[in-house]
């Protein structure tokens, strides 16, 4: 007789997880246990939804907390005494995301391949050569005791969750077959390192330039390449600082990908431009989208707190929000905080490297990385008095180019969450601006705004003074191009009620050429910039629905500048077979909406072409890379060629070339009915878990797959990879308006609140966030009480 497939099911729960989580197919798995379809979907079913935590009744615990929730699963945590609110604070986080902190925790400390296996090697070596989990630890040393006090309060909430679920750990625990180990203070520090590290490390906006000084013949082609696209829209205005420093070279460039996504939105209007007579804030971060958000949601409230928004996942403390008094939103700065220095190693004693015509021994140490499935991996890591040797972790296009090591503000002494702690409880936009003073990495643009009616932007972060600014690698040996000051908190930019009534950031230039100090940044485009000062300054009166019509707006400025020159070029060639993708794109309103043709047109016309770009002066191994830095000057050149970088007569044959190819590519992916080639059939959002390519098992956890409007450099924005595909962009929108009673904010995740792929939060605000239709989050305990669908009690054992 046939076994009973269900009592077998019961008794084989966590071989068959493991089962599927090593790889092995459904179907192989069903049938090795003598189980239908659908009584593997029954089965699967009941597994996701065991792991999801009540969120109701009463617990016995250390501290005594109240954890509200409403039906987003958003928690309203309340306490009185500050270890209990931060407990509360950890506990519920760790309801919805324990297996994220888990692997956010292995990310940052590099340990992730201990239980993925190989394919984690290099964002491992990444950790260990940058020694994340030392800087981690060593700034928990450092800590103030009331940081250390809520940090520990924080960890224990998390721990006190972990021993409560038992064998019922989120999913993802059994079918990768590990348990989690307790969580400590270092590690919520570790993993904000690694955020700074995602922010400001970005090696190729360095050997990208130097690449191209190899091998572009003149200074004028190097700089051709380096052209940026909008750079006259900066966030400080001309006349809001003093007079240049004779001997300061330039402060920064424009640059951009053409397909973009990492950045972000923000802005503040003041009350003489608004329905209330109070401020608006508006910040929608721009960040990998992915089934389980970066982002967690809460309310704070007690112990001086009252405060709500959103925090990155892993680490206490809200980065966006607001309280009772001040709301803030905040974008990449993108100023340099690092530098990778070219060295020279003595070819007679390896190890040495030249510095002021001494030859000094690097610091050697070892890394053995645990792997999965194989026998552990060693990494020798080499440190010079600039950094550690990064050759294995630049771009594969600049192996050649080493050694080159890295210094990085990162490693210098940081306390970024006393300082956002400090943020979550200022009463005025004044104490907001003094709480940024003693931030370090990353370098961000912060707006913000009071109820007395107050608007602020302060550039935050410790920026160095170099001898002179260029991109590219700096002489390793030379004692001059050392970092030896910082600008000061008061001298970098910053802005106070300017008599325009508004201020807005969108990752573009800090200021202008004659800031007094070398700002070394290398700022996205200006378009977003641009639209969201026309969209300001194209109404009177503000409201929040202005304001959140002002966040979907899909119009792509590069297309608007460029198309004339475009059909230009192309109707200069043999065009009389383009006649209907001239007329799509000559009718087309400059609208990255879903069902534009000539948004597909366009955007896949601009990949092919920025290829062209490349392929005019770089040889064909660099093109790919060279390729998507080149976005700048391939918008010029869609209008002029100024620089002759294409010879004499080839500007409008490669042109040629990048439609044809636009067309062969489009016919391919959609088909010949050229009618059908939507921009939301090719550039679609989907959520994809963090194991989603690992095997058909976690694929499921993915979600998504919906035609999105927007593209990489729209105020909307939704950056795409090589086959178009909605990767990064805004996953969090909030607006905050200092007039509404009660006070709160409106805010909606492109995912959701728990990472628990078998809870009803997990991605339920994307059809939400599709149509930025916004959730509010009060601050009063009135109408938190009356929107609560959850409630569970924690009280301090006697």
């Known amino acids: 007789m046939k076994p009973n497939p269900e009592i077998e099911v019961k008794i084989n729960d966590k071989s068959l997880l493991k089962k599927l989580g090593a790889g092995d197919s459904i179907e192989e798995v069903c049938s090795a246990a003598g189980l239908s379809n659908e009584q593997f979907e029954k089965w699967w079913s009941t597994q996701l939804a065991s792991r999801v935590p009540s969120s109701q009744g009463s617990r016995t615990s250390s501290a005594n907390a109240e954890i509200l929730r409403d039906k987003w699963g958003i928690p309203h945590i309340y306490a009185e005494r500050d270890e209990d609110l931060f407990f509360g604070y950890g506990y519920a986080m760790a309801q919805d995301r324990l297996w994220q902190l888990d692997y956010l925790r292995r990310k940052a400390m590099g340990q992730l391949s201990e239980v ?105 082609l190097y700089k051709a390449f380096l052209t940026g696209e909008a750079e006259n829209e900066s966030i400080v205005a001309k006349g809001m600082y003093p007079a240049r420093h004779s001997n300061i070279g330039s402060v920064g460039q424009t640059v951009s990908d053409s397909s973009e996504g990492q950045g972000s939105n923000n802005w503040t209007i003041a009350g003489q431009l608004t329905a209330s007579g109070l401020p608006l804030v508006a910040s929608d971060p721009h960040i990998a989208f992915g089934s389980i958000s970066c982002w967690y949601e809460a309310h704070l409230s007690g112990a001086g707190f009252n405060v709500a928004g959103t925090g990155y996942a892993g680490v206490p403390g809200l980065l966006f929000g607001r309280n009772e008094k001040v709301a ?29 015509g001494q030859w000094e021994q690097a610091v050697k140490t070892t890394a053995t990385i645990t792997v999965k499935g194989q026998s552990p991996v060693t990494r020798t890591i080499r440190r010079t008095r600039n950094g550690p040797i990064v050759d294995e972790i630049i771009p ?8 080159v090591s890295l210094r990085w503000m990162g490693e210098d002494p940081c306390d970024e969450i006393s300082s956002m702690l400090d943020m979550n409880r200022a009463n005025t936009a004044n104490e907001f601006r003094k709480a940024l003073r003693p931030w370090i990495v990353p370098t961000f643009s912060f707006v913000f705004a009071d109820s007395e009616g107050h608007i602020g932007y302060q550039a935050s972060g410790r920026l160095p003074i170099k001898k002179d600014w260029d991109r590219g690698y700096r002489p390793g040996w030379d004692p001059e191009h050392q970092w030896n000051e910082t600008i000061r908190f008061e001298e970098m930019p910053s802005i106070t009620d300017p008599s325009n009534g508004w201020i807005r950031s969108a990752n573009n230039r800090t200021a202008p050429e004659d800031f007094p100090y070398p700002l070394s940044g290398v700022w996205s485009s200006g378009y977003r910039a641009q639209r969201i000062r026309e969209m300001i300054e194209s109404e009177a009166t503000h409201t929040r629905e202005t304001v959140n019509e002002m966040q979907m707006d899909v119009v792509a400025q590069r297309a608007v500048d460029t198309i004339p020159g475009l059909l230009q070029l192309l109707t200069g060639t043999n065009a009389n077979n383009l006649d209907e993708e001239i007329n799509i794109l000559k009718n087309w309103d400059g609208r990255m909406s879903t069902d534009s043709v000539g948004a597909s047109l366009f955007e896949v016309f601009f990949a092919n072409w920025t290829e062209e770009v490349a392929a005019a ?182």
């Open 396 to 403: 594969e296009a600049a192996s050649h180019t080493g050694p």
């Open 116 to 220: 993925l296996g190989p394919s984690s090697l290099e964002t491992d070596t990444i950790s260990h050569t940058l020694g994340l989990t030392q800087l981690a630890e060593a700034e928990v040393r450092r800590m103030s005791v009331r940081t250390r006090t809520r940090l520990d309060a924080f960890s224990s909430g998390i721990n006190e969750f972990m021993i409560e679920s038992g064998d019922l750990l989120p999913i993802e625990f059994d079918l990768l077959d590990y348990s989690p180990e307790s969580w400590t203070s270092a590690d919520s520090v570790a993993i904000w390192a690694e955020l700074r590290w995602y922010l400001t490390g970005r090696l190729p906006i360095i050997v990208i330039p130097e690449l191209a000084k190899q091998t572009l013949d003149n200074d004028e």
């Open 617 to 798: 002066r770089f040889p064909a191994n660099l093109v790919p890379l060279m390729a998507g830095a080149s976005s700048g000057l391939s918008t010029e050149l869609l209008t002029k060629d100024t620089s002759n970088w294409f010879p004499s007569g080839e500007r409008a044959k490669s042109a040629r070339r990048a439609m044809d190819k636009t067309i062969d590519n489009l016919s391919k992916d959609v088909g010949q009915d050229k009618s059908k080639w939507n921009w939301g059939t090719i550039h679609k959002v989907h959520l994809y878990h963090p194991l989603a390519q690992m095997g058909p098992i976690f694929s499921r956890l993915s979600r998504g797959g919906q035609g999105v409007s927007g593209s990489g450099i729209t105020v909307s924005n939704t950056g795409f990879d090589p086959n178009y595909l909605a990767v990064m962009g805004a996953n969090y929108r909030l607006i905050a308006d200092l007039s509404d009673d009660p006070p709160g904010l409106w805010a909606v995740d492109a995912a959701g609140q728990s990472g628990n792929p078998g809870s009803v939060n997990y991605c339920d605000q994307l059809d939400s966030w599709m149509q930025n239709s916004q959730h509010f989050i009060p601050l009063d305990r009135k109408h938190v009480d009356e929107n609560t669908t959850d409630k569970l009690i924690i009280r301090r054992s006697t």
């Open 328 to 356: 803030w939103g905040l974008t990449n700065n993108i100023c340099a905080q690092r530098d990778l220095y070219k060295e020279k190693e003595n070819p007679e004693k390896p190890g040495y490297y030249l510095y002021d």
